[in-house]
Each structure stands twice: as structure tokens, then as C-alpha cells.
């Protein structure tokens, strides 16, 4: 028999509520299912290959414990329910053992991954991977990248994950493990569903899910610890004082931040030449550069790629990557009514020379610009390959 002191279960002699049963009854029997398609991912290879080769007996595998959890809580949850209105049935000890199976569950599952990542078998990124340009790697991959960069960061990760999972196996820190693992996984329920890593998206939904659930059951506890407690400190009885200063730190925050999109702090950001442009031809003194004379320049001189973005202006010797001891930095304006292009060049003491082109055609993609850069008469044609996306706004006025 298992204990019945759980402070969310109450010995009631009336009905409670039909949902309670339901999400009880659901959790409980998705719980089973999805702890039983975990382990058996210990079955030989070819048995999971046939499973997984059929489309249907996959999202069979899948999505089983949704479907199961669904049929089983609302059928469960309406027989408890007419059994319960006819006090012939053991209501307390049903949640205690639903809610114990949906707690030891949630433990296997977020326990596992913990120990994944202990063992280095997640946020692995292969080494084929890494020659991968940034720009190719898929949301999945882009997500390995950046956190199997740091190796403590994955352990401490784990830490959280094992640790609050252990305490899932005990009723009195049941909460405390719900407050620690929540929010690991509703930020990880957010990165699978925005980097699209739809494979276990719906597993980290279940378990954040499951956890949301643990913790609303003691709803009326966190609301009055949260909501209600009282600070016994003397208070400023000016309302009206704290209300202003409560809002003037709001304000003042947003502030501090705007006023880099403002003329206060930055020039007026183009817009029309924002993107990557791919160098097709340089042209210097009338003698056009070769597509090879990148190799042999050791001064940047022959572009390939230029960058401009967000008023900054960044030439690119090599063609294929971007390496900035193969690059020069400048910050530019343009002048759309001038069609004048200018730029400052940057170097160890600041500004050290400006340049001025100007904007020949621009058609769509193409452009053309012929200007001054030190002593020499430049021509560049170019393509844009790439648009630039930002979300930052500029306040002009």
C-alpha cells in the first residue's frame, strides 16, 4: 500500500471535481506508455528500423501515449466519477496512484536525459558537421553547435535535470523538484519548437505538461506563499511616490536602451543596400582584379564579399567564409537623393581614412559603385546574395 499523506490529495466525502479526474486518469496512462516507447528503445536495431520504416506504424509509436492517455482519461475519469457520487469508490488512494506513476515517469524521462548529457552522448556535433557553413546548419544541428560548445554549461544542465527528477521520487520535495525542473523544460520545449527539432517536441511538451500539473495541485498554496504574504518591513505610505518611482524604473530601463535608435546616439540606418553582396568585379586604376588574386593579397585590397549592415560596412577578402584577419571594417552612410556612399574606415586609432562612392546603377540585386579608397579609382559590380533580417526599429525625428 502506498501512503496517502500527500498534501494534494484530501479525503473528501463529497465529489470532487470531474477534471481532476480526468487529467489524473490521462497523465497516469500517458505516462506508462511514453516510459514503456522510451525503454523500448533498448530493443535491437532491427526491430525499431521496422518500426520506424513504416510511416504509420511510426506515428502509431509516436503519438500512442496522447491518443492512449486521451481515451483512457476521459473513460477512466467518467467511471470514477459515477462510482465516486456513489461513495463506493476509493477516490484518495486512485490519485495517490495515478500521481505517484505520473511522478516516477517524469523522473525516468528527465533523469535519462541528464544522464545523456553526463555521458556525452548529446550536444555531440560530428566533425563532418563543424566544416558546415553557420548559414546551412538546420535549427537541430544549429542547437548542438552552441551548447556542445561548452561542456560545463551541458554538466551543470544535467545536474539540474537529475537532481530535481530525484526529488519527483519523494512527495515532500516534489515540489521543490517541480520549481527546479520547469523551467529547464519549458526553455527547452521553446528552443525544440522555434529550432524546429520536431522529433522530441512532443515529448518535452508531455513533460512540461506533466509538471505544470504537479503544480498547479497545490494551486491554493503557491498563490497565498506568492500573492498574499506579507513583508512586515515599515512601508512608504506615499502611494503615489512608489507607483511614480515603480514606473520611472520602467521607463528609465527602456531609455537607456532607445536611445541607440535614435539620432541621440546613431545616424539613420540604410536600409536599401543592407544584405551580402558578392564581389563579381573589382576594378582598380582601370586593371580588373583576377578571380584568384584573393590568395596572393595580403592587404585586403581585393574584396570578394561585402557586408553591410545596420550602418557598418565590412569588406571580405576571402570568398568562401569570413575571416576577419582577411577583412576591413568601416562604418557607412548613404545618401539615396545624392546617391553618394561614404565611408570611415576603422584601424587601431579609430577613424584613419574616409572614402566616397558613388552609386552608379541599382537595379533590384545588382549595383554598381565607382569611388576613391586612398589613392586609387575603384569600380565594383556586385550581386546581393542574401537580405539582411532585423527587427530593430529607428526613431527618427
Known sequence: MLPTNDPSVKNQHHQSPWHLKFFDSFFAAASVIITLNYLMTSLPEEFLNEIHSSRVISLFYRHSFWMFGLLFGFGYSVYWHWKEGQEVFPSTQRKVYFRTILRYSLCFLIAKYGFLKLLGMQFYLGINWRDVPLEKLSGFFLTWYYFGYARSLVVIIAFFEI????????????????????????????????????????????????????????????????????????????????????????????????????????????????????????????????????????????????????????????????DQNKAKFAQYTYNVEEKALELKFWGEKGIEEVSKFTVVTLSGDKMQVDGILKDDTVTLSLTRVSQVKSYRPYIHW
Request: charged share 15%; no cysteine; hydrophobic share 45%.
Open 163 to 322: 537532481t530535481g527528477s530525484v526529488l519527483l521520487l519523494f512527495r515532500r520535495t516534489t515540489l521543490l523538484g517541480v520549481f527546479i525542473l520547469l523551467p529547464l523544460m519549458v526553455n527547452i520545449t521553446l528552443i525544440d519548437y522555434f529550432y524546429e527539432i520536431r522529433g522530441v517536441l512532443i515529448y518535452a511538451l508531455f513533460m512540461t505538461s506533466g509538471l505544470i500539473y504537479l503544480l498547479l495541485l497545490h494551486w491554493e498554496k503557491l498563490t497565498q506563499l506568492f500573492l498574499y504574504t506579507i513583508d512586515h518591513l515599515p512601508r512608504n505610505p506615499n502611494r503615489a511616490l512608489n507607483n511614480s518611482l515603480r514606473l520611472g524604473i520602467i521607463i528609465l530601463a527602456f531609455l537607456t536602451q532607445a536611445q541607440w535608435v535614435t539620432p541621440l546616439r546613431k545616424d539613420r540606418i540604410d536600409t536599401l543596400l543592407q544584405g551580402k553582396w558578392k564581389v563579381e568585379q573589382q576594378t582598380v586604376n582601370g586593371i580588373p582584379f583576377g578571380p584568384h588574386d584573393w590568395e596572393k593579397d595580403t592587404t585586403v585590397s581585393v574584396w570578394s564579399n561585402l557586408y553591410l549592415e545596420d550602418g557598418w560596412f565590412t569588406a571580405s577578402g576571402h570568398p568562401y567564409y569570413f
